[in-house]
């Protein structure tokens, strides 16, 4: 008799482990936003120069 999917299924997820799984999300959530606003502020200067430095070159007259 074969086994029955059921049985190698993981157990639902509980209320009490559902608060924890969704304290872990919120955490990850943090931590990725956390590194975006730490790149866009670290890159953001060099960038800014860039981007007007490119522009400065394609606005001058042809000689």
Do not use: C, D, H, K
């Not at 872990?24 to 860039?50: D, H, N, Q």
């Amino acid at each position: 008799m074969p086994i029955a999917a059921t049985n190698l299924a993981e157990p639902p997820i509980t209320e009490s482990e559902r608060g924890s799984v969704m304290v872990e999300y919120a955490v990850l959530l943090t931590v990725v936003a956390m590194a975006v606003a730490f790149a866009t502020v670290a890159l953001g200067i060099p960038l800014t120069s860039m981007y007007f430095s490119q522009r400065t070159w394609l606005l001058l007259p042809y000689p």
